[in-house]
């Protein structure tokens, strides 16, 4: 099983990001998928989730509104936009493979992690 992350960079406060994460090795179709990330000195938290048939997605309260998660089957690749970034939304992002075809947001659930994009939001 990969996870390849990508598209985190550098980007003023209220711009947009919109991060990838192409998998392989496994069956996309009958897992969900989440990102997660992580602030320096902080736990690592779940930011948004996806279930295998797409219908169905969580974020958490601190995106909500300000993000989209999608999965495009044809390409095995889930997305996260992010527009009105903030600088607490500077951390490393994940994104994971959960156990089953849904899945809650926390990391235990999680068993398979991509390696990380980093995303800063400053001025």
């Known amino acids: 099983v990969q996870l390849q992350a990508s598209g985190g960079g550098l980007v003023q406060p209220g711009g947009s990001l919109r991060l990838s994460c192409v998998a392989s090795?496994?069956?996309?179709?009958?897992?969900?998928i989440g990102w997660f990330r992580q602030a320096p000195g902080k736990e690592r938290e779940g930011v948004s989730l996806?279930?295998?048939?797409?219908?169905?997605?969580y974020y958490a309260d601190s995106v909500k509104g300000r993000s989209t998660i999608s999965r495009d089957i044809t390409t095995d690749t889930v997305y996260l936009q992010m527009d009105s970034l903030r600088p607490e939304d500077t951390a490393v992002y994940y994104c994971?493979?959960?156990?089953?075809?849904?899945?809650?947001?926390?990391?235990?659930?999680?068993?398979?992690w991509g390696q990380g994009t980093q995303v800063t939001v400053s001025s």
């Open positions: 994971a493979v959960a156990r089953g075809p849904t899945a809650t947001s926390e990391p235990r659930n999680y068993n398979y």
């Open positions: 996806i279930g295998r048939s797409g219908a169905n997605t």
């Open positions: 090795g496994f069956t996309f179709d009958d897992y969900a």
